[in-house]
């Protein structure tokens, strides 16, 4: 998994977004899916829905989860449960994050 965030730390730096992804686990056809997000320093992936129950575990870097009013940081190790409803993920430092999805029917 290490050496996959790093590879995917070193796609986001190529990438004009500033960002990338990889699905390590399930997908459309499963109800749990794991993927692996890679966030440059400074960008965001902006507000939208959780699709179901979730948690980001941290893998290299920091990032700050916001949800309205309140906001959770997170460090290498942590993990966070991404709450019902809008929030955003900021890249405080270059970060990589498994997000954990099980999708609700």
């Known amino acids: 998994m290490i050496a996959l965030a790093r590879h995917e730390l070193e796609q986001d730096r190529e990438a004009s977004s ?24 400074g960008e965001e ?27 959770w940081n997170g460090s290498p190790g942590d993990l966070l449960t991404i709450p019902d409803g809008l929030h955003s993920l900021d890249a405080v430092e270059d970060a990589v994050v498994l997000l954990t999805v099980v999708k609700q029917r």
């Not at 992804?21 to 499963?30: D, I, L, N, P, R």
């Not at 992936?45 to 906001?71: D, F």
């Open 18 to 41: 500033g960002r990338s992804a990889k699905t390590v686990f399930g997908g459309h056809e499963h109800q749990l899916r794991q993927t692996l997000i890679a966030l440059r320093a």
């Open 45 to 71: 992936l902006s507000e939208h829905e959780n699709p179901g129950e979730a948690t980001l575990q941290v893998l290299e870097g920091r990032v700050t989860l916001k949800s309205g009013e309140a906001s």
